[in-house]
């Protein structure tokens, strides 16, 4: 089976004994499901319970978790809860009827973002939502070429997949798309890291005319969720005025970084001080509901609308925009973002502290509660280190604190926790961390 970074940097691979029932289900799992589905952790854990940032397993162990944007206001957010079931027990049906709910949603959604963007159109998933945005561009384009960084994921359909490199060899890229290197911030210096990164958008766009396809789209994820967390804002500015010189159009995926996750604005990408021509959105959006949307300049979204008459069954619900109107709710009545700072900051610091000890810990980077921890070798030559990376990863999972890896070599600690995540839970964090790297030096 082809390697996939996204996917099997931090899978179960079956090299643990497992305890009778824990192999009954991973077995079970198997037959049923099929192998492709992929299980976190060499001793995969059997969640059955979940409250703010932490989950419980089958025999009552906590865990903290520092992984999971999808709850982004905590696990079984009571106000979330409440919305969603007062909604099921009203009416719940497609978007082709007058309903409230997704009107009044998103009127206060559309007021996130620059004034520019004006229109939405919902989905299920963040796949469904960058396939359409795809779509769009290409309408608006007359081109198919699309750009994106060397180890992105975009999603799961037939197109976006093939614009995903994460998911291996075994997921072949289009004809039509080219990839760049992410702005990797700690091996560029950060004073040319914008230049660099537009060099390259240009080189791509160049080469995607050469064999004949006319640029369309760069399509990238303001943090680099996927390629290892670079948080430089410097880098989109020169970016965009490249493709837009070009006469394409920059989607920016704010599934990861969207809501608020990166603390200093409800939307990765306006830490950048761009403004995107589409924008995709969908995990943390409905706090475990399946809902996601995408957001665009009415005149880009003019030119598909034309031709192209739109329904989503599912996507757009009463049930789910409920659940998206409670986690929007929370997200600014409880100032969440300010708190995705204070947390976020405070964390990174005391890695930093810690790093100077252990120069293993070769760079700490993040913003608000989104932070890449790169594993090295050694310091000086910045060499890649997968195993300990994976190691510190199992290690934490057996002192039940969830984390994973990302990036192209796999060795960038990826924590990402729910927004709700507390200056407690901070502590319980730094204290396993900090005595797994003092075991592992």
Request: charged residues 20%; aromatic residues 8%.
């Given at each position: 089976?082809?390697?996939?970074?996204?996917?099997?940097?931090?899978?179960?691979?079956?090299?643990?004994?497992?305890?009778?029932?824990?192999?009954?289900?991973?077995?079970?799992?198997?037959?049923?499901?099929?192998?492709?589905?992929?299980?976190?952790?060499?001793?995969?854990?059997?969640?059955?319970?979940?409250?703010?940032?932490?989950?419980?397993?089958?025999?009552?162990?906590?865990?903290?978790?520092?992984?999971?944007?999808?709850?982004?206001?905590?696990?079984?957010?009571?106000?979330?809860?409440?919305?969603?079931?007062?909604?099921?027990?009203?009416?719940?049906?497609?978007?082709?009827?007058?309903?409230?709910?997704?009107?009044?949603?998103?009127?206060?959604?559309?007021?996130?973002?620059?004034?520019?963007?004006?229109?939405?159109?919902?989905?299920?998933?963040?796949?469904?939502?960058?396939?359409?945005?795809?779509?769009?561009?290409?309408?608006?384009?007359?081109?198919?070429?699309?750009?994106?960084?060397?180890?992105?994921?975009?999603?799961?359909?037939?197109?976006?997949?093939?614009?995903?490199?994460?998911?291996?060899?075994?997921?072949?890229?289009?004809?039509?798309?080219?990839?760049?290197?992410?702005?990797?911030?700690?091996?560029?210096?950060?004073?040319?890291?914008?230049?660099?990164?537009?060099?390259?958008?240009?080189?791509?766009?160049?080469?995607?005319?050469?064999?004949?396809?006319?640029?369309?789209?760069?399509?990238?994820?303001?943090?680099?969720?996927?390629?290892?967390?670079?948080?430089?804002?410097?880098?989109?500015?020169?970016?965009?005025?490249?493709?837009?010189?070009?006469?394409?159009?920059?989607?920016?995926?704010?599934?990861?970084?969207?809501?608020?996750?990166?603390?200093?604005?409800?939307?990765?990408?306006?830490?950048?001080?761009?403004?995107?021509?589409?924008?995709?959105?969908?995990?943390?959006?409905?706090?475990?509901?399946?809902?996601?949307?995408?957001?665009?300049?009415?005149?880009?979204?003019?030119?598909?609308?034309?031709?192209?008459?739109?329904?989503?069954?599912?996507g757009g619900n009463p049930v789910s925009m409920a659940a998206a109107q409670a986690v929007l709710d929370v997200i600014v009545g409880d100032g969440?973002?300010?708190?995705?700072?204070?947390?976020?900051?405070?964390?990174?610091?005391?890695?930093?502290?810690?790093?100077?000890?252990?120069?293993?810990?070769?760079?700490?980077?993040?913003?608000?509660?989104?932070?890449?921890?790169?594993?090295?070798?050694?310091?000086?030559?910045?060499?890649?280190?997968?195993?300990?990376?994976?190691?510190?990863?199992?290690?934490?999972?057996?002192?039940?604190?969830?984390?994973?890896?990302?990036?192209?070599?796999?060795?960038?600690?990826?924590?990402?926790?729910?927004?709700?995540?507390?200056?407690?839970?901070?502590?319980?964090?730094?204290?396993?961390?900090?005595?797994?790297?003092?075991?592992?030096?």
């Amino acid at each position: 089976m082809a390697f996939s970074t996204i996917m099997d940097s931090n899978s179960y691979t079956g090299g643990e004994e497992l305890d009778p029932t824990t192999d009954a289900m991973v077995e079970k799992r198997r037959s049923t499901l099929g192998p492709s589905y992929r299980l976190f952790y060499n001793r995969p854990v059997h969640l059955v319970k979940g409250a703010g940032a932490h989950l419980y397993d089958a025999d009552g162990n906590k865990y903290l978790d520092a992984y999971n944007n999808v709850a982004s206001v905590g696990h079984c957010n009571p106000r979330v809860i409440e919305a969603v079931t007062r909604q099921m027990s009203e009416l719940n049906t497609h978007t082709r009827y007058l309903h409230g709910g997704i009107l009044d949603y998103s009127e206060q959604l559309l007021a996130t973002f620059p004034s520019e963007i004006s229109s939405i159109m919902y989905t299920c998933t963040g796949s469904e939502a960058n396939d359409l945005a795809v779509r769009v561009a290409e309408q608006y384009s007359g081109g198919t070429g699309v750009i994106v960084t060397e180890e992105a994921y975009h999603g799961n359909s037939a197109l976006i997949s093939a614009m995903s490199p994460s998911l291996g060899v075994g997921v072949p890229l289009g004809t039509n798309v080219r990839t760049v290197p992410a702005p990797d911030s700690y091996r560029i210096d950060p004073a040319v890291l914008g230049t660099w990164f537009a060099d390259q958008i240009s080189a791509a766009i160049a080469d995607l005319e050469r064999h004949g396809h006319k640029f369309s789209a760069l399509l990238l994820d303001s943090i680099f969720s996927s390629d290892g967390i670079y948080v430089d804002p410097s880098v989109l500015g020169p970016a965009v005025e490249v493709v837009h010189r070009a006469g394409g159009v920059f989607i920016a995926d704010e599934v990861q970084p969207g809501f608020s996750r990166t603390g200093e604005a409800m939307w990765g990408f306006q830490r950048h001080g761009v403004v995107p021509d589409l924008v995709t959105m969908g995990k943390p959006m409905g706090n475990g509901i399946p809902v996601a949307a995408m957001a665009a300049r009415p005149e880009i979204l003019d030119v598909f609308a034309r031709e192209t008459p739109y329904f989503n069954t599912f996507g757009g619900n009463p049930v789910s925009m409920a659940a998206a109107q409670a986690v929007l709710d929370v997200i600014v009545g409880d100032g969440l973002a300010e708190h995705a700072v204070a947390v976020g900051d405070q964390w990174r610091a005391e890695l930093r502290v810690l790093a100077k000890e252990y120069p293993l810990l070769g760079d700490i980077r993040g913003t608000g509660l989104y932070t890449g921890i790169e594993i090295v070798t050694d310091p000086d030559t910045k060499e890649h280190d997968r195993g300990t990376a994976q190691r510190i990863v199992d290690m934490m999972r057996d002192n039940r604190v969830l984390i994973s890896v990302c990036g192209g070599h796999g060795n960038i600690l990826k924590v990402r926790p729910p927004l709700v995540f507390s200056m407690s839970d901070l502590d319980w964090f730094m204290t396993v961390f900090s005595a797994v790297v003092k075991e592992l030096a």
